[in-house]
């Protein structure tokens, strides 16, 4: 009971704003929850709420905010306010004769300012559009809806660096204010912001210092001289003459939320949706190449400049995945966007991965080959070619491993149905990627692009909607932008439950991403997996049903997916002491 609870008052201040976050599913609720969880353990009676931040979670914002609750609560039942530890330490000292600084006079400790941003900076334009929605919204805003409300109230661009040696733009605050808990981001791949209790509060000052009315009543949403959110439809500018448009893309919003890796979020049904077609000559072909793409560390821009002389000029960039691979990058960089898309980049069906011979070798034996082959899959890209790069190796090192690398070339082309190409060094690579960028410009370059709308994809049904397209309309082609694509990607930032039980499973050795996806078919989640073995009973014979359990289940499966008794047995070494 929280009654029993050495300070019941906080932490009844501390779980009301929990409920309030879960009622929002905003991302504090993992910050209140383990500041509530430790309140609520810990024995020790606190005189002021400045004395929590010992206790984990307890940080110096959260601890004003109690503050300001007890402050209003022993004003309101006439009871003194506990002295703060700092100035009691300080009125000892002073008693002592310790603390009187020149001319007698006790140095005043500074108080910190309220955060107001500057005027017609990143943060307070961002601010400002945000607070057009209402309080209690529970959607948020898109980056390109932000940036269309947010642009007039600021003097620098949102879209442009203000230095063209620098990348920043006035986006860049955004950062800054999801660091300050001002505003909480959800949803992929297709982000929504919305501001945190902290950031309205910022928002009314912001108001209340250039003496604009603020609304309290009502939907609690701050007006004035701020344009309301109009429809997505009054949004929609004129068709540039470039896209060719079948129709306005249907804006199917999907609310999901991912506070972290333990959402378990089954949204896997496929939609519908109206393509965005972009004619041929509206965009252009370009390579991108990932940024650790280097011959060594003195000679960084050698794969560069390489292929400039090549005639080709590649992207750098930080991939998600692979090490190079192809976009279409519309001349207009507003279209996508105005039609239920993000950016102005489209990722083509083509990705590359490098591997030089020794580095085939070491992934082979530390697991990463056959992660890397899994999360290329995943991708949804339908055309990936594997460059491996024949350097020159110790032969006796390399008889060591040439069974092992001669297994997993073969596995590659076979069971992935991946292409191999095979070069004797790097200039050779870079060749063979300038002839790609070159025949992939004249092939996509001279048709339209089909593009899924980004409004309509969510981290679940990226693919099964691209295999249902597949199935049903082979002979049309389905893409989405490079933000949607670097998102769905992304190692951590769609992090399901099922993605995490899939990562688990494969740190077991001999476990690949294909008996991986097997056993997670079977169990979907690492409880239902640890609930069947605790179900196998105590004792020797216990035991004996565990060592079986997976073999016995899935002992069917043929190639690259069979269990063996002796694997079987490794697995429930690990997931069977959970029991």
Known sequence: MDEDCANP?????VKEWLDLARERNSKGITTYKRAYDALKACPLTFQHPSELQQLKGFGPKLCDRLEENLKKHCQENGLPMPEHPRLKKQREKEAEGDAPQEGGKTKKKRQPKAYVPTLRSGPYALIIALATLPEDV??????????????PHCDASFSAPSDPTKFYTAW?????LLQKEMVYERGRPLRRYALTDEGWEVAKRIKRANGMQTEESGSNSITGNIPALPPPAERTPSLSPELAIISEAQRLVRDTVADGPQVAADDSSIPKFTPVR??????????LLDVREVRAKTDRDYMQEELAKQGVKALMRNLEVGDAQWIAKCHDPSLLARHGAEGDEIVLDWIVERKRLDDLIGSIKDGRFHEQKFRLKRSGATR??????EIAMDAASYSRYEEAVQSAIASTQVVNGYFVKRTAKMDDTIKYLARMTQMLKSKYERKPLHVIPTTVLTAQNYMPLLTHLRETEPETSYYITYAAFASLASKSETMTLKDVFLKMLMTTRRVTGERALEI??????????VDAYRRCGPGEAGRKRKADLVFA????????????????QCIAEIWGDYA
């Not at 008052?9 to 201040?13: G, M, P, R, T």
């Not at 860049?172 to 800054?176: E, V």
């Not at 972009?278 to 390579?287: D, E, I, M, N």
């Open 172 to 176: 860049s605050s955004m950062k800054t």
């Open 553 to 568: 289940e899935l002992g069917h499966l043929v190639g690259k997916k069979k269990f063996s008794k002796n694997l079987s």
């Open 278 to 287: 972009l004619a041929p000559g509206s965009f252009t072909v370009h390579l």
């Open 520 to 529: 997670q078919r079977k169990w979907k989640t690492p409880h239902e997996l």
């Open 9 to 13: 008052q906080l932490l009844a201040w």
């Open 384 to 389: 990936v070619v594997y460059i491996i790069e």
């Open 138 to 151: 529970s959607t948020g805003l898109t980056k390109t809806e932000l940036i269309e409300i947010a642009q």
